[in-house]
């Protein structure tokens, strides 16, 4: 009886499994073509829809077993009792409880031990779980692209609220600017520069913004102006020369070209400095108290030891800083900018106390300023600038 018993156990777990099986095709080809019309319980929180995956379905079906395998040994359990308590009626009914008791204790050992190799082999096997195959994983998301320029903002942060971007000169700010934003055009190699001053104008209290920082801070400046241009990497002409007196009466003479200019100047001015296209480079940095003059006449130089007698014995030429400077022609496309660094502070610093920048609007074709405004460089403090930069432009 119990070989018997055990035998239809057997055949009842394989019919299941092939009725799942049949099932679940059956359940795929409706739910391709409608939802369910089925509505099935809910087991250990998990019902079935025409949306089911194989995962959930699967983990439905094993709760279900595992729930009607213990529900037949709770069956099984019961009508045992029932006929061990009609077994003084018919004797052959004690032998067939003891059957039933026997089976129905076997197969709760069986579930027992279905569901102990299940969870020790891996826990997650009670949870059924599909590892989709390997997809791409989806791209982030896209930020809207700037077109490439320099971008000024009343807010702090570089808010967004700065749509159209500048690409030239900005004279005046009609609002106060709080933060700035450089955006480059790597793919077609076009890139800008921009300058920061507290006056209209171009001049005054200054800070570089970095062109390679992500909206850098504006370090204790209001601007009201900002100069914006495009960084050349291959710029024309052959220098920025400084001279120690006016040019600016020599423009009037017909010279054929600006290179006769400068000759001129050169023999004409009493000293002159120049610096050369390869000694710009891609950004000139200098210190205007280390440049000296060349070609000064020796009773233009300053004196810098006497005899006892009071006779100069020993002169240098004059540097450029001070007010030495009187004209300055740009023979090419740079930005030529004088500032001040006060004490203890470097000519590579990003903001500096005083600054002025050439070519300015009124600058004779772009050359330089036929002669210096001085008043325009000071301050209040009656500084004038000790610092040189040279930035390659495209003009």
């Not at 059957?99 to 891996?122: E, F, M, P």
Request: one cysteine or more; hydrophobic letters at 35%; proline letters at 8%.
């Amino acid at each position: 009886m119990l070989k018997n018993y055990k035998k239809l156990l057997f055949a009842g777990i394989c019919f299941f499994i092939l009725l799942s099986a049949g099932f679940w095709c059956l359940h795929g080809l409706i739910a391709s073509a409608a939802d369910l019309e089925v509505q099935y319980p809910q087991i250990m929180g998990k019902t079935l829809t025409a949306t089911t995956e194989l995962p959930d379905f699967a983990f439905y079906l094993f709760n279900a077993g595992m729930f009607v395998g213990f529900f037949a040994v709770f069956l099984g359990l019961v009508i045992a009792g029932a006929t061990w308590l009609l077994s003084p009626a018919k004797p052959d009914y004690l032998a067939n409880a003891k059957d039933r008791v026997t089976g129905a204790i076997s197969g709760l050992l069986i579930l027992l031990l279905t569901y102990l190799i299940v969870t020790t082999i891996n826990p997650q096997l009670a949870i059924f779980s599909l590892n989709k195959p390997n997809q791409p994983a989806p791209p982030p998301p896209t930020e809207e692209k700037k077109s490439p320029g320099v971008y000024f903002y009343p807010q702090t942060n570089c808010s967004n609220t700065r749509i159209q971007p500048d690409t030239s000169n900005v004279s005046q700010f009609d609002t106060v600017i709080n933060s700035v934003n450089i955006v480059q055009d790597d793919e077609n190699d076009t890139y800008y520069v921009s300058i920061l001053y507290e006056n209209p104008g171009f001049w005054g209290k200054c800070q570089y913004v970095d062109p390679n920082s992500n909206c850098p801070p504006i370090s204790g400046l209001a601007p009201s102006s900002a100069s914006v241009y495009q960084y050349d990497f291959s710029p024309g002409g052959d220098g920025v020369y400084f001279y120690r007196e006016p040019c600016y009466d020599k423009i009037n003479q017909p010279f054929g070209s600006i290179n006769d200019l400068i000759s001129y100047c050169n023999s004409k001015t009493n000293g002159y400095k120049k610096i050369t296209n390869r000694d710009i480079g891609p950004l000139y940095l200098g210190e205007l108290d280390k440049l000296d003059f060349i070609n000064v006449p020796e009773e233009k130089k300053d004196c810098m030891k006497y005899d006892e007698n009071g006779k100069c014995i020993y002169t240098v030429a004059p540097t450029l800083g001070g007010e030495n400077i009187s004209s300055i022609i740009i023979n090419g496309d740079y930005l030529v900018l004088l500032s001040y660094a006060g004490p203890g502070e470097s000519c590579e610093s990003v903001v500096n106390n005083s600054c002025q920048e050439f070519p300015a609007f009124d600058d004779t074709n772009k050359m330089g300023p036929q002669q210096v405004k001085w008043e325009n460089i000071r301050n209040n403090k009656g500084i004038v600038p000790n610092c040189l930069t040279i930035v390659p432009i495209q003009i």
